[in-house]
C-alpha cells in the first residue's frame, strides 16, 4: 500500500467549466491521503457545497504605511482589488474590525494547542511578506495577508505552511520552514507556459529540503 500523503490545494474557482472538470478528475495516491482547501473554492454556495463534497469522496478529509496611503498609492497605478467592493464584513461594522476579530480567533486557537506538538498552519492568504514580492503589481501585497502573523510559522512550531491566493503555485523557505503555494486559480492562469500541472502539491511527507 502507497503511504499516506498530506497535500493541499485552493483557489479552484469551480464556476469555471474547466476547473470543475480538475475537481473530478482529481483522485488520492492513497486510501488514507488527506487534502487541506485553503479557500477560494467558489463564487456561489452551491458550487462550494459541491466541491467540498466531490473532494471529501476523493480523500479522508478536505480541510508600517497607513492603510490609507498604502490604497492611494495603489489607487493611482490602478491596482484595485474587488475585495474593496464585493467583500462585506458583516456582523463586523468594518473590513479592519473583521480581520482584526479573524486574526484574534485564529491566535487563541493556535495558542491553545499543545506545545510540545509540531502543527502544520493553512490558511488562504501567505503569513509572510516574503511571497508577495514577486507579483507584477507589488502594491496588491496589501491585499495578501497581515503583518500580524509574520511570526506565527516560528511561534506555533509549524512544520509546514500552506496558502494559496496569489496563483503562483511553488515552494519557500522562510526560518527552516516550507511554504506552498497551492493554488490552482482561473484557467486562463493554469493555461500558461510553464505552469505547474501537479494541481494537488505534496505537504507532508516533505520532499524537498531549503
Keep these: 500500500m502507497a503511504p499516506a500523503n498530506l497535500l493541499g490545494i485552493s483557489d479552484l474557482h ?10 473530478e478528475n482529481l483522485r488520492p495516491t492513497a486510501d488514507d491521503d488527506w487534502l487541506l482547501v485553503a479557500g477560494d473554492v467558489g463564487e456561489l454556495t452551491e458550487d462550494i457545497e459541491w466541491a467540498l463534497s466531490t473532494l471529501r469522496d476523493h480523500s479522508r478529509t478536505p480541510t508600517a504605511v497607513t492603510k490609507e496611503a498604502a490604497l492611494e498609492q495603489a489607487y493611482e497605478k490602478g491596482v484595485v482589488c474587488t475585495d474593496e467592493f464585493l467583500l462585506h464584513p458583516d456582523p463586523c461594522p468594518s473590513r479592519e474590525a473583521w480581520c482584526d476579530a479573524r486574526v484574534r480567533e485564529s491566535e487563541r ?18 503569513l509572510v511578506r516574503h511571497p508577495t514580492r514577486i507579483l507584477y503589481h507589488p502594491e496588491f501585497a496589501q491585499w495578501c495577508g497581515t503583518a500580524r502573523t509574520a511570526d506565527w510559522h516560528r511561534r506555533f512550531r509549524a512544520r509546514s505552511v500552506v496558502y494559496g491566493h496569489l496563483r503562483i503555485p511553488r515552494t519557500t523557505w522562510h526560518d527552516g520552514v516550507c511554504f506552498e503555494e497551492v493554488s490552482v486559480g482561473y ?6 507556459p510553464g505552469h505547474p500541472r501537479n494541481v494537488s502539491r505534496r505537504v507532508l511527507p516533505e520532499t524537498r529540503t531549503p
Excluded: F, M, Q, S
Design 14 to 23: 469551480v464556476g469555471h467549466p474547466e476547473n470543475r472538470k480538475i475537481v
Design 187 to 192: 484557467p486562463r492562469e493554469w493555461r500558461r
Design 109 to 126: 486557537r493556535l495558542a491553545a494547542c499543545d506545545p510540545d506538538l509540531p502543527t502544520v498552519l493553512v490558511n488562504h492568504y501567505p
